[in-house]
């Protein structure tokens, strides 16, 4: 069994990234990213503080905007509207969830297209469906980097993704099938579970609930992704999979955390960099 480093190759691609940011500003480009957080969700200013860390680290210029909780649909558009319009601004990522009184598919929509680094708006999200798109989901896109790294092949496999939301489960279906994979995707409604995800060569976990994946749901030799980031009682982060029980029986396993993770934000980084450059075509 090898654990795959999530850290690591995050680390590496973030250092690729870093060297080709330091060209385009040789070139006279700089890469922008505006970051939104509405309200205060202890997970979200976790994940908005490490994307802003990354952006240091590669040497992109980041804005934060930190909303109170009660701001309006008007406010925020307006805060979009602006960034939209901004030259130096490339990228624009509203962190998700938003307070129940917000519009949040109004929020995506109002994104640019150009700017959505999160590839969440309806144009991207139907670009990735034709195989033909400029950002990938993040998430899914790390996911797909961590299966390339074992250097498993995907094509022809059978991959199962246990998920269907629209920021990971489908899109990674998606992505899967690109590559001409055989995938099915199973939610909460699935009968027969285990014996459907005891069939995947590649087993894609985006459930949201500790430790749900059991060894008597994989097979043996599988590559078992982990995309869950669950906070148990005891404070302690555990993925949905039951780590220590499955991971004798798989032939490559993420750790969470340290295995999607990392990856996540290395694609947001990425996204960014495709998008400055295509705003200032190149
Ligand atoms: N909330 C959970 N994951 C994400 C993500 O990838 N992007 C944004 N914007 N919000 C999220």
Redesign the pocket.
């Known amino acids: 069994m090898k654990i795959i480093d999530g850290k690591a190759i995050s680390a590496k691609t973030k250092e690729e990234l870093r060297l080709e940011v330091a060209s385009l500003k040789e070139k006279g480009v700089s890469v922008g990213l505006a970051v939104i957080i509405v309200g205060d969700d202890p ?2 200013r976790v ?1 908005v503080n490490n994307k802003k860390k990354a952006c240091e680290l590669l040497g992109i210029y980041s804005e934060e905007y930190a909303l109170p909780a009660e701001t309006t649909m008007e406010n925020l558009l307006g805060l979009i509207e602006e960034l939209n319009s901004r030259s130096d601004i490339n990228g624009i ?5 938003l307070p129940r009184h917000l519009d949040e598919k109004a929020v995506i929509n109002a994104i640019s297209p150009e700017k959505d680094v ?1 590839a ?1 708006h309806p144009v991207n999200v139907g670009k990735i469906m034709i195989g033909d798109f400029d950002f990938l ?3 899914p896109a790390g996911v797909m980097r961590l299966i390339d790294e074992t250097g498993v092949e995907i094509e022809g496999k059978s991959c199962v993704v246990i998920g269907r939301s629209n ?2 489960g489908k899109p990674m279906s998606m992505l899967l099938l690109h590559r001409n994979a055989t995938v099915t995707i199973c939610h909460s409604k699935t009968q027969n579970l285990s014996e459907i995800t005891s069939q995947a060569d590649i087993l894609v976990a985006a459930v949201g609930r500790a430790n749900f994946v059991t060894p008597n749901m994989v097979k043996e030799g599988a590559v078992v992704i982990d995309v869950g980031i669950n906070r148990l009682e005891n404070g302690k982060l555990c993925g949905d999979v039951d780590f220590e029980a499955v991971k004798d029986k798989c032939s490559h396993i993420t750790p969470v955390p340290g295995g999607a993770g990392p990856m ?1 934000i290395a694609m ?1 980084m990425a996204n960014t960099v495709t998008a400055a450059k295509k705003q200032n075509n190149l």
């Open positions: 997970a979200s994940y990522l509203c962190q998700l969830p999160d969440f989901p993040c998430t920021i990971v996540t947001l």
